[in-house]
């Protein structure tokens, strides 16, 4: 095949995606062979699965230590000088949250979702920049889908403009 | 081998702003890119849209073809998201927040001209967007499986390790397919190259820009993981 055709096939927006994903597809092939070297010292560690479980913990598998307002819980932060109360979020529940972890073993995971809850550190605290990036990412996907969806429902044959416009092309 | 870290690449560290464990920093390099993007987004936020003026075929008469006002807001508002997000990957000092940032650019980009009317374009964004999720696999994956490397996110610390293992390799190049997907540079290129044919010329440059920066970027972030 010339060069030429090559380059005229890239140059369809239609072929881009198959294009695409093929090398992507291709390059996680080459995955499977890396060698994984895991590394243990992690920044942001977790328990052994099912440790809590086994240990009978009412608010497992989300228990990360500390006492409420007094002692922090378990976390490690990159820079904990920028995280002045590091550990004392994790480690906070609310009257109600702690009212249900003490009546009953049986709701640790409804403590999670539970107002004033278990709250999630390095999610709201520590890297809680990421957080606010990830909630605009959602909001401007609803933004673009809401504005799409207003404007957009049209009825065709009152905008003839636009659909001439379109099969002049 | 030559070492290099943030200041071999960028100049004299001038500060950081920290933010928790995501600090952003500022040398001469990421200062100029990010108050560049910063100035263009201002003149994108004062300006108006232009008025593309097509030659009627068969005939002497014109055709103009124009921005409507609730079209202009929506993109003019998308438009200094974009820029936004542009400058603050300039300035960013950690893996994931700058893979999040892309992914932010992505999506605004699809929004800056999913509200015109021509239907190439349309088709065009459409296969863009496309790219855009599938790449958000290679990216994410990228971020996570640096982590899972190394046990840090933070450019500071990956600047330091010394060793380079195979999979920080593997995980660098999954991180640049993503980027190449999401910005439409190279072999990728005719997505976004379409999705520039409407009406609307300031606020589709940002797309543009946006895609040169984040690449500039991206090269620098895997210059400082890998070397």
Known sequence: ?169 | MIKMDITTLGGSLFGTIPLGDIVLYVTPFHLFMFATVIVFTCLIAISRTETQIEAKFKSLGNNAVSVGLAEFKIRRFLSIVCGLATAGAMITGDFFNFILFVALIGIVNIGIVSAVKQVDVLDAAFQYGLGAMISSLPLFSAGAMMLAATGTLSLFELANIATITPMMIFSAVLFLIGVAGETGIAPFFATKAEMFRTPGSPFLLIIHLSSLFITIRAIEIILIILT
């Not at chain 1, 904990?80 to 972890?101: E, F, H, Q």
């Open chain 1, 1 to 169: 095949m010339k060069i030429g055709e090559i380059l005229n096939k890239l140059a369809c927006p239609r072929r881009i995606p198959k294009i695409f994903s093929v090398v992507l597809g291709l390059f996680l092939l080459i995955g499977l062979i890396t060698p994984i070297a895991l590394n243990n010292d992690q920044v942001y560690p977790r328990p052994a699965p099912q440790e809590q479980m086994l240990a009978g913990d009412s608010i497992a598998p989300y228990d990360r230590g500390g006492e409420i307002l007094k002692s922090p819980g378990i976390t490690k932060a990159q820079y904990p000088n920028n995280s002045k109360s590091l550990g004392m979020v994790n480690s906070y529940m609310s009257p109600i949250a702690d009212g249900v972890r003490n009546a009953s073993p049986y709701f640790g995971t409804s403590i999670y979702s539970s107002p004033g809850g278990l709250i999630d550190e390095i999610l709201y605290y520590t890297r809680g920049f990421d957080t606010i990036l990830e909630s605009t990412i959602l909001m401007m996907s609803f933004i673009i889908a809401s504005w799409i969806g207003i404007n957009f429902t049209m009825r065709r044959k009152d905008d003839v403009d636009e659909v001439k416009l379109e099969e002049n092309d």
